[in-house]
């Protein structure tokens, strides 16, 4: 509740207060009336009086128990916003993730068939038709992808 809203329910509760007490000199003044009547508007207007109170705080519980549930209610929308931003993120990060697997997959496949080609190209070197020279290639191609296993390339140089 703000503190308006506050303010006007306690000018009211004060208004009510002075028309109870007016209404009941009031009743205590009325002199038209036999004492019988008297005592029975009395009691009627007391049942009504009771009645209100009752109703006003039935009413007042009703608000607050109301206002319980907004709260909660908005509490619950402000906690499935978090797990939708929550998922969108994991989401984003699952396909990006996703994405970078396959980028590896497709360059292991790249590699793996570049290493297909080179093997066949030694092999195809490594024949009688070719002279010594590709037979040597052939051989240091061969270990160069043996040794490719334990990443240890070997040195490039004029002579080779």
Avoid: C, H
């Amino acid at each position: 509740m703000t503190a308006r809203t506050m303010v006007v329910r306690r000018a009211r509760a004060q208004l009510r207060i002075e028309q109870r007490d007016t209404l009941l000199g009031l009743l205590a003044r009325l002199g038209t009336l036999t004492p019988a009547e008297q005592a029975l508007l009395a009691e009627y207007v007391l049942v009504e009086l009771a009645a209100s109170d009752e109703l006003r705080r039935a009413v007042q519980g009703q608000q607050r128990a109301l206002q319980a549930v907004i709260d909660q209610t908005r509490a619950a929308e402000a906690a499935i916003v978090e797990v939708e931003q929550d998922r969108d993120f994991w989401k984003e990060l699952g396909q990006g993730a996703r994405d970078a697997e396959l980028r590896r997959t497709a360059e292991r496949d790249a590699a793996k068939s570049a290493v297909f080609r080179v093997r066949a190209f030694a092999a195809d070197i490594d024949t009688p038709s070719w002279r010594a020279p590709g037979t040597e290639v052939a051989a240091r191609i061969r270990v160069a992808l043996n040794d490719d296993d334990q990443e240890q390339p070997l040195p490039i140089t004029k002579e080779n």
